[in-house]
Structures are given as C-alpha cells and as structure tokens.
C-alpha cells in the first residue's frame, strides 16, 4: 500500500514505459555527446583553417608583391637599355658633326692654291651634306625613341606595374573571428568527418573551389574536393579573388596577346611606337659614317693632288678608308643576294685616276676623255651605291632568324626590321611566354578575379593578322615614319648624285668654249673646265703643263721648246737692255729694303706738267674725278655721296651743279669715268649704274641706272671703262693688296675675271688711259704707276710726295697719254683741292 502498481509488477522487473525512458535518456545524452564531439571537432577544423588562411593569404600577397617588384625592375631594365643606346648614338653624332663641321668650314678643297675642279669639289661636298642629313636624323629619331621610352616606362610605373598591396578592407574580409563559425549552416557545425557531403548539383555558382591542380585518384581519396569543401572555403576564395590586383587587359589588342605576363604584353605593344626610331637611328649612324668617310678620302684627293703634288702619299691615305669602308660593310650588314653595296667605295679610285689625269704633266684630249669616263663612273657607282643602300634599309616582310632567339637580341617575328642589319641593331623586346619552370602569380590573381585562363586570352589570329595589328600604328602604307625619312634622305641622295652627273654633262659641253663653267669655282690654274672667257687648255699642237699658260705666251716662253727642256739654254742676250731693266727695278728694291713693303720709293715732291686750282662750292668734298674729252676741256668732280660740279679744266671754273639720281641706295661712291656715251659709276657695294649723256642735263639731276647682274668684287679701288667690242670692263685694286684684277661683261651676262696682275703698289685710286690699253694706279702717298695690260709690266709715272691727300684720278681723252689727278693740300683753314695733270 502507498506505491504505484503501475511502477513495479508483481515479479519486481521495471514496466516497458520506464525502461523506454531510460533509453532515450541515454539516447539523448549520447547525442548530445556526439553532437559536441562534432561541433568541437568542426569548430577545430575551422580555427585551423582560418590561421592557415591568413598565412596563405599574407604569403600568397607577399610573393605578389615581389614578383611585382621584378616586373617593375623588367621594366625599367628594358627602357634603360634603350636609353643608354640613344645615349650612345648621341655621342658618335655629336663628334661626327664636330668632325665635319671643322672639314665643311673652310669651303672648298686646296686652301692655299686654287680650288680642284668642280667634279671633286661636287663629290666631297655632295657627302658631306648627306652626312650632315644623316647625323642629324640620327639626333631627332635617338630623341625620339629615348623619350618615348622613357614616357612609357613612367607612365607604366606609375599607373599599371603597381605592388598589389592589399587594402584595409581586403584584410579586414581576410580576417576571421572565431564567433563567425557562429554564421556557418548547421550541416557544416555537425559535419560527419570521412563522409562526403557535397553533390553535383550544388555550388553551382562557385564551381569546383578546391581544384586548381590536377588531382589524382589517390589524393582525391585523401582530400576534400569537388563540391566537398566547407563552406567557409568557398566564402573565402570568392573574397580573396574580388580586386586583388589591377588588370590592363583592355590595353592589348586581342590578336596581339601572348601567354606572358600582362606587363610584358603592354609594354610590347607600347614599344610599337618607339622601336623603328631606335632601328633607323642605329641605321642613320651607319649612314652617315659612310658619307664621312667617302667625303674624307675626296678632301685628301684634292689637297694631296693640288697642294703638295703627293702622288703616292695620296694612294697611302686612301687604301685605308677604303678598307676601313668594307670592314664597316661588313660588320653592319648581311646581305641577301649580290653584294651590290660594297662597290660604293670603289668610287673613291675612279675618282683617284681622274684627278691624276686632271692634274698631270702634259694635257692631251685623249687623257682628257678618260678622266671624263672615270668621273661619269664615279657617279655612277655612287648612284648605284645609294639605290643599293635603299633596298638594304628598307623594312623586310620576312623575319630574320635572330628573332624571338632567346640569349641574343629578340623581338617577335611580327615587327618588321631591315633583315640586312639584323645583327647590328640589338633589340630586346619583352618575352611573348614564360619558361619551363616560371610562375606568373599576378596573372594568377588576376585570371582568378576575371574568371579568365592564367595564361592569357584572346582569339587565335594567323601571323599575317598579328603583323597587320601591331603595325597599325605605321600610316596607311604600312611604313614607320622613322623608315620614310630615312628612305626620303637616300632618294635626296640620288637625286643630287644625278644632278651633279646633268651639271658634269653641261661642263664637258661647254668646255673649251665662249660659255663659262657651271659648277667650278673661279680659280686661276689652267683645268679642262676653266670659268673665264678662254679655251680650256691649248689643243694638241702646243703641249702644256698644268698652271703655266703654255710655252707660247705663258711665262715659261722656250722652256720645253723642240726635244730638249732645260731652262738655261743659249741665246743671244742685249746687255743694254739687261742693264736698263735693272735700273729700273733699283727704285723698287730701295723702298723694299726700308719699308718691307714694295712700294714706288720716296722723293721730293716734282712739279706737275700742269696744276688748276678751282674755287668749289661751299661743302662740296670731291672726292672722285672724270675726265671728259680734249676737245671739250671739261671734267666731273664727284663726292662720295653723288653730289657733283662739272669744271672747266682750263680756266678752274665751275660749269654747272649737279647731283646723280638713283645712286643713293646703292652705297658710297667708290669710281665714276666719262666718256661720250655718259657717265659710268661704281659703288662700294659692287653696283655699277650708268648715268645717260656726255654732260649733265641742265636741270641739275643726272639720271643713273643700275646694270643688272652680278656685282663686282668690292673693297678696294675700281676702275671702269667701255670696251671696244661692246660690254663693259673694269679693274679692281684690292685694299691692302697689291692684287689687281681685271673683269669683262658684256651684254645682261655676269662680270667674269679675265687676268690678275701685280702691280708694286697699294693703289687707293684707279683708273684706264684714254687708250684702254693700260691702268693708272694711284697710292695714297702719292705714287703713281702705270700698268700695261697686254703684257702685265708696271712703269713708274711719279713718286710719293708729302703733305697732300689724293683722291681721284683719270686719263684724259683724247689727250694722249695725259693724265688727271685730284689733291688736296692740307692748310690749318682747311683742304684746298687741285686738278693736277701728268704726261704718262
């Protein structure tokens, strides 16, 4: 009594709902055991895999971020290399134009004698302006490539190759607190360990999370993979490929991408637009190197043949640039076909034997005929050479075989490179795919935040496409502007070798007839070509050495007469004569041992024949004077300004005022001359004008007009005269000199010299006798000469005399050999001029 029946039976053994109790309990409390065994567990797991998340992570970026940091240092490298070869082709061209600038300076070739003939001077000139071409396209295009590539390398660093340093917010996702495994679903907080728990069908978002190599079937059986994977793994491998690092896809053409590194495959694509300058300024270095050479070896042509005569030394100065020219040809290029090229210095001895035959002992037309020969192959050869060069330069559509050559120069087969000079350009361009054995972990990072393949990306394109793509950049022709100049400098290159080859044609034409040279500059010795209204050289019948004007009139008279040449050679000589022309000479030899200058002696003053004195008007300086004919006894007294007094030199009075029109801007007077077809005036500045009339208009204003044309020399006296046969000539006394040079013109033509003559005096005044067959020269002391110009002897008129200063002087016409003079005496009140009158 007081118990439950319900509890105990009557055997005492526990009733069936006790006992099921009793096991659930149990039931529960195993679970329950279990249930924290796999939380425990699971949340094991977890801290585990966050602490090696972070690990992973900080080591993943840290790697990252070194590997950045050499693809940075690629950068830099690849741009430095570039930089420093611009450098370098800097230096060469500076000293190159140094160099030529000091060659190019003098002018022309032979400094102390005459110049060569016009086909040398062409030939050494023709190259040194394309060497100057040249060098300076090497300065501009080096510019350009250094800067382009310095430009690309900032810009890249500074915007595209950055570390992948992570933010703030990336670390903050990448870090964990523990209380997160709080937020993970329940079947990852009581996952079963040794069961797989993921399907097919699920994370069909996130794709295989745990195979990014290739697993076997033995680590598959070990690890965790497919969709098997917690969940908390696949959070974080979405977190940790969202903006790890920036990408520049966008950049790249798509036909243009490789499997490299993405910096590689910009930087490549950017170096499209510098890598012909850096080819075509290495290219421009040759170039002009070449022309130097060539322009070197003429220089020495024409100096060692026209100043020192040195034969064989010539000879021993050309071998070497001539070897130094092939060696150049072939370290620089590897030709494809016929060496075409190495015939350019070949030029240098064609033009070696035809200047031996300019310059050679006797002329005959035969010898002349084959110098005429070599020099037209010359040209020919340098025509040739440069179309040669043309086509060597020229980018090739085939790629040598040097390219994409790992261990020496490399760039893709796509640019296009001259093939010639494949070995001379040393380019490096980025690799187009890694090696065996590398790893790119940036494109890792970005293939796995873009959803992309690591190992680039893009359609697939033929070569031909690629080629098309990376050169799009070249203009509508598919050429670099680097090649078109380079190419536009050859073809002006040609174009002046056949210009020079047209003007060499005009010359053999015109030599040995009335018309002057085209291309030879005016020089004294005797050349096939020779610029002065005479035959070139004597013809057959009189045999001639170069510069001495023939054994018939030229001052070797009966050296090489007959068989037998020796200048000491039996005659009969007039001792009386000899004896005068001594005398004579005695005068000249006193002023020279005084003074150190030859000059007409100094003697008391000797009255003239006659002497007018003239009342002239107030302010009027005369400073030149005209003598009109002796029929007419009047003379024109000029200033330097073109004010002028016409005067009776009979009576020293004064006929008429008067000024010259026209004169003015053309510079001071410098001579004026009178004749009976007008008034003939040259200015300081070489002008000559031509004042109608025998006498001034009675309007006072004498009309002038300048003779078109070339001017005459100025700087010194000048005299003028009317020739008898028509035209005009003149003489010009130099200042300082005692150079006298006589010019011809006739018609519209240009003043051409016609002879030089020493005179013995520095004439201030100049002026032709009445009879034009000789020239009266005035010094500012006073001494007079008269020059005869058949034969180039001097005769003293009158001596030096003190204490006047002596302006003009004239011959009289028509007064036989009388001659005027115009002095001032100098007096404390001021100067009082006179019109002196001499007999030559």
Request: hydrophobic share 45%.
């Amino acid at each position: 009594p007081g118990c439950n029946p319900r509890l105990v039976t009557h055997t005492g053994v526990p009733s069936l709902p006790a006992a099921m109790e009793v096991g659930a309990a149990a039931a529960a409390a195993a679970a329950g055991s279990v249930g924290m065994g796999l939380f425990s567990y699971n949340r094991g797991n977890y801290m585990f895999d966050q602490k090696n998340h972070w690990a992973r992570f900080s080591a993943g970026l840290n790697m990252a971020i070194s590997q950045m940091g050499q693809y940075r240092a690629d950068v830099e490298q690849m741009t430095e290399l570039t930089v420093s070869r611009q450098d370098c082709y800097h230096g060469i061209a500076a000293m190159g134009l140094t160099i030529l600038t000091a060659i190019y300076c003098p002018g022309r070739l032979g400094l102390h004698t005459s110049p060569p003939p016009g086909w040398l001077m062409g030939l050494a000139f023709v190259n040194i302006g394309g060497c100057y071409l040249f060098l300076g396209l090497t300065l501009w295009l080096a510019m350009h490539a250094s800067m382009r590539a310095d430009t690309a390398c900032t810009h890249m660093l500074t915007r595209f190759v950055r570390l992948p340093v992570p933010s703030q917010g990336m670390m903050d996702k990448a870090r964990k607190f523990l209380s997160s495994f709080e937020e993970q679903p329940l079947r990852e907080v009581f996952r079963v360990p040794f069961m797989v728990h993921g399907s097919g069908s699920e994370g069909g978002k996130g794709g295989k999370y745990n195979e990014d190599m290739e697993l076997d079937e033995a680590a598959k059986g070990r690890s965790r993979h497919g969709y098997d994977v917690p969940a908390w793994y696949k959070k974080e491998k979405a977190i940790d490929n969202d903006k790890t690092v920036e990408t520049i896809g966008s950049m790249l053409p798509l036909d243009a991408r490789g499997t490299a590194p993405e910096h590689f495959e910009a930087y490549r694509e950017i170096q499209h637009e510098w890598f012909p300058y850096d080819v075509y300024a290495r290219l421009s270095i040759f170039l002009a190197f070449m022309h130097l050479t060539h322009c070197w070896a003429y220089m020495q042509i024409g100096h060692q043949l026209q100043e020192t005569r040195a034969l064989f030394a010539c000879v021993i100065v050309l071998l070497p640039i001539f070897v130094l020219q092939q060696v150049i040809l072939t370290l620089d290029i590897i030709p494809s076909g016929f060496p075409l090229h190495r015939l350019g210095p070949f030029a240098l001895w064609f033009a070696f034997a035809a200047a031996v035959i300019e310059y050679k002992r006797w002329f005959t037309a035969e010898a002349q005929a084959v110098g005429f020969v070599l020099v037209y192959a010359a040209y020919a050869i340098h025509i040739m050479y440069t179309l040669q060069l043309i086509r060597l330069c020229a980018p090739s559509s085939a790629p040598p075989a040097v390219a994409e050559s790992p261990g020496a120069s490399w760039w893709p087969g796509e640019w296009c490179l001259p093939a010639a000079f494949q070995h001379a350009i040393w380019l490096v361009a980025p690799p187009k795919q890694l090696e065996d054995g590398q790893t790119d972990i940036v494109g890792e990072l970005r293939a796995a935040q873009t959803g992309a393949k690591a190992a680039g990306g893009g359609a697939a394109a033929s070569a031909a496409e690629k080629r098309a793509d990376v050169h799009r950049a070249l203009g509508k022709q598919g050429e670099s502007p680097a090649w078109i100049n380079v190419k536009i400098g050859l073809i002006t290159m040609i174009v002046a070798w056949v210009w020079l080859t047209f003007g060499f044609t005009i010359e053999v034409i015109n030599q040995g007839t009335m018309h002057p040279s085209l291309l030879s500059a005016p020089g004294v010795p005797n050349h096939a070509r020779d610029p002065r209204y005479r035959p070139a050289k004597p013809g057959a019948s009189e045999r001639t050495e170069v510069g001495t004007g023939g054994a018939i009139h030229g001052p070797a008279v009966g050296v090489h007469s007959g068989a037998v040449e020796r200048r000491l050679q039996a005659a009969p000589v007039d001792l009386h004569h000899v004896a005068a022309k001594v005398r004579d000479v005695l005068p000249y030899l006193q002023g020279l041992s005084h003074t150190g200058a030859l000059g007409m002696g100094q003697v008391t003053e000797q009255p003239a024949t006659e002497e007018v004195h003239v009342d002239w008007p107030p302010f009027f300086e005369p400073h030149h004077l005209a003598c009109g004919r002796a029929s007419t006894p009047s003379a024109v007294a000029i200033s330097r300004h073109g004010r002028g007094v016409l005067v009776d030199v009979n009576k020293g009075s004064m006929l008429q005022h008067f000024a010259l029109q026209g004169v003015a801007q053309h510079g001071a007077i410098a001579s004026a001359t009178l004749d009976q077809l007008g008034l003939l005036v040259a200015t300081s500045t070489g002008v000559v004008l031509e004042c109608a009339g025998a006498a001034p208009p009675a309007d006072g204003r004498w009309r002038c007009a300048a003779l078109s044309g070339a001017r005459l020399p100025s700087g010194g006296a000048v005299a003028l005269a009317r020739a008898p046969e028509g035209g005009y000539k003149a003489a010009v006394a130099f200042d300082g000199e005692h150079l006298v040079a006589t010019f011809s013109r006739s018609g519209k033509g240009a003043w051409l010299p016609t002879g030089e003559v020493r005179s013995g005096v520095v004439a201030s005044t100049a002026a032709f006798a009445a009879d034009g067959a000789s020239l009266i020269l005035g010094a500012a002391d006073g001494a007079l000469a008269r020059v005869a110009l058949a034969d180039g002897s001097v005769t003293k008129v009158a001596p030096a005399v003190h204490g006047r200063t002596w302006c003009g002087v004239c011959g009289v016409h028509g007064g036989g050999s009388r001659v005027a003079r115009l002095a001032a005496a100098t007096s404390p009140t001021g100067s009082a001029h006179k019109i002196l009158f001499h007999e030559v």
